[in-house]
């Protein structure tokens, strides 16, 4: 699965980093306070289209709302590996 910050019309990669985590780590420093590592939760997910779900993505550091997380999944995986990301990655409150 690909993660991506999507924050002022730009795809930031994120990682999760381990499976199950509550929050992903975004590549470089946070654009509100600069804070490093930059850590966001998922909130409101939602379906975005076939191949990703996206949802509001909240700084762990100054929590703020800093754009959209969205999750491309392997599409080799399919259906079933949709399924299992809701208990993966990103947590979805
Ligand atoms: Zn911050």
Same mark, same amino acid.
């Given at each position: 699965?690909?993660?991506? =910050?999507?924050?002022? !019309?730009? /795809?930031?990669?994120?990682?999760?980093?381990?499976? !199950?985590?509550?929050? %992903?780590?975004?590549? !470089?420093?946070?654009?509100?306070?600069? %804070?490093? +590592?930059?850590?966001? %939760? &998922?909130? &409101? /997910? /939602?379906?975005?289209?076939? =191949?990703?779900?996206?949802?509001?993505?909240?700084?762990?550091?100054?929590?703020? +709302?800093? &754009?959209?997380?969205?999750?491309? +999944?392997?599409? =080799?995986? !399919?259906?079933?590996?949709?399924?299992?990301? %809701?208990?993966? &990655?990103?947590?979805?409150?």
């Amino acid at each position: 699965m690909k993660t991506f =910050l999507i924050y002022e !019309g730009k /795809r930031i990669a994120c990682k999760t980093p381990f499976v !199950g985590a509550d929050h %992903a780590v975004v590549d !470089g420093a946070c654009p509100l306070c600069k %804070a490093t +590592p930059f850590k966001i %939760a &998922g909130t &409101g /997910r /939602r379906s975005a289209d076939d =191949l990703a779900w996206e949802a509001d993505a909240v700084a762990y550091c100054c929590d703020q +709302p800093v &754009g959209i997380v969205r999750a491309e +999944p392997n599409t =080799l995986f !399919g259906v079933r590996e949709d399924a299992r990301i %809701a208990q993966m &990655g990103v947590r979805i409150y």
